[in-house]
């Protein structure tokens, strides 16, 4: 028996060795080629280029670590047969090594094979010929003695047994260096201090934004479905600021246009996972240096990264479990390799866990932006009840954003349920982008009433938070503001939101602004957009606008009613294509005044003049017919922004 087991030992031993070696070579050259098809050329645009070095061995040496996790399994898994095999143990090791070897380069060639397809951009035919041309070469050469032979030692070189054991003891020792790295980093991140002052002030703030919500399809803006009957309970003591605009179309730079008062060309948020560099220079820190206690609940994984860099300035910002299931466990159980370093970009290595994590069900998408709204409503409590008076809380809700899902009260509401299928199960959408043909139009109906059924929802929820806040007597002397971040377009050839057309209904966000003790409804038609709401908001608390800070308080309208038509300009920005660290070649700025938008394209110098009540039709152009008004608008934009480039 002693016999067989030091038999058994060695011969599993050496396997897991190979095996594991086998999975590290084959998932760090899958890595490899990810990052060389263009996410590592993309982290160039908002990553220095050590940041950029760091997040690529980051990534190599996770795929490493998985080569090792994988290895270990298939070990695992054929040790059962080996022990009860005892006379072909040596021999069915070889075998099992040989059949992992032709996996490996199957497996890692057709990944390659598919990188080049889509490098050249042939169409899918092309992929699906080439495939199959694939799978029968490499099936005729396993059916050939000389190829077979050829195949299952041609990593002979990678198995050497010093080779195996170098190259499991590397991977051990880099995940280590990594570790320590990101530990002296994280060290070196400033810690969250009290605010140093005599006392709290008397007055509470608390802003509630919602993700791709547009105005044009709540009830209070005057949509033709009740899909918001608690805000609109919530805005009849309030004021209701009806042409209000976002200074972007997606998430990252309308967050950050709103907690820093900047538009992007200003802040330099350009992409998805931006983040602002200068703390000093953001909402919460004026906030918190005037003594208020700031904190925030944010179920965006993109807004929450954003929100993380200005940290320092937070006395509360947990960090969310973006969805249910184990992937939660697995990034919490790895992250001595993802700390807050402020090196990096966390948010893309845990959407690329995601995806892995999902791999091979890429018909369940954004998974991760799925956070029910009462769920966010229920951390946001957790957040204040720590807190005291004299706060101001941001709570930033995920719905109404894709996956449409509305809860079982609402779902079937407006449109009945056998007429649509859910996100997961349709995927048609993908066809709508950059924008979609007029026929697709009743489809697009389709989804805009389960966004509908949606914002309900979502309405739902804000108005059970309402309530508990009014009951617990947090709303005495507190100023509500809601808003969003960005809309969402079911029109005009436009379907969702991130274009960079800069149509109407993707950047016409609500605000509503309640004071204390406010008993009636105003509205307001002042036209603004979001670097006013940092002004606004600091103005509301009693607290002077910093220099640096160029936009303009709302606050001297929450006392009139109906005035402002016509007063104000409202811009627009759209630079995802750029990199924060080069000047501005591509994009567009609009800006709407009075009744009309116009939009120009900084590459081309074009510019598009759209009456506001059609500017949700992406390729209007107006021009023609008032050229005064549009070089009125496009000079209007060079003012603003005097360093956009300009035709020679």
Known sequence: MASESASFRPIVTSLWFRLTTLAIIALVFAEALILARGEAQGFTFYLTA????????????????????????????????????????????????????????????????????????????FMSALLIAH????????????????????????????????????????????????????????????????????????????????????????????TTPNIDAFASKGTVFTNYYSASTFTTPCIAAMLTGFYPSESHVYQLPGRVRDVGKSLPHSMRAAGYATGAFVSSPYAYNLAKSLGSEYDSLPEPDYREGGLPYLWNATRPLHQESRVGIRIDEYLDMEKVWDFPRPSEPERSFAMRPAVSFQHARE??????????????????????????????????YDKTRTWEQEQSWAAWEPHYEPDQ???????????????????????????????????????????????????????????????????????????PGQQSSRRCDFIADQTALAPTILDLGGVAKPEWMHGESLARWLTTDGQGGGEGLAFTQYFQKNSVYAPLRHGNVGVIAGRYQYVLDIA????????????????????AENPALAETLRAAIFSRFPDLPKAG
Not at 55 to 78: F, H, K, N, P
Not at 395 to 408: E, F, G, I, N
Request: charged share 20%; glycine share 6%.
């Open 441 to 515: 139009q009743s489809q697009v109906n389709r989804r805009r009433l389960r966004y509908d059924e949606f914002i309900a929802t979502a309405d739902r929820a804000f108005g059970a938070f309402m309530s508990d806040l009014e009951s617990g007597g947090k709303l005495r002397n507190t100023t509500v503001l809601v808003s969003a971040d960005h809309g969402e377009s079911f029109e005009g050839g436009i379907y969702g939101h991130g274009t960079s057309y800069l149509t109407r209904p993707v950047i016409h966000v609500p605000l509503i602004i309640r004071t």
């Open 135 to 226: 799978f029968l070469t490499f099936v005729a050469a396993l059916c050939v003695s000389r190829g077979r032979k050829e195949l299952v030692t041609s990593l002979d070189d990678f198995l050497a047994e010093k080779v195996t054991r170098r190259t499991v003891i590397a991977t051990g020792v880099s995940a280590s260096a990594l570790v320590a790295t990101e530990f002296a980093l994280a060290k070196t991140a400033p810690a969250v201090k009290a605010a140093a002052v005599p006392q709290r002030p008397k007055s509470n703030i608390l802003l509630i934004t919602f993700d791709a919500f547009c105005a044009e399809d709540m009830s209070l803006y005057g949509y033709k479905l009740p």
């Open 50 to 125: 050590p940041e950029v070095a760091f997040e690529v061995v980051v990534r190599l040496i996770a795929a490493a670590l998985a080569g090792i996790a994988l290895g270990s399994l298939c070990t695992a898994a054929i040790a059962p047969i080996l022990w009860r095999f005892k006379s072909s143990r040596q021999r069915l090791a070889e075998r099992a090594i040989q059949a992992a070897v032709v996996l490996v380069l199957f497996l890692d060639s057709r990944f390659a094979l598919t990188v080049l397809i889509r490098w050249s951009h042939r169409g899918a035919r």
């Open 383 to 416: 957040v204040l009840a720590n807190l005291p008076d004299g706060f101001f809380l941001w709570v930033h809700v995920m719905s109404p954003h894709s996956p449409y899902l509305p809860d079982a009260a609402d779902l079937g509401r407006f449109i009945p």
């Open 604 to 623: 081309t110098q074009k510019g598009s003049l759209r009456p506001l009540s059609e500017a949700h039709i992406w390729n209007l152009d107006r021009t």
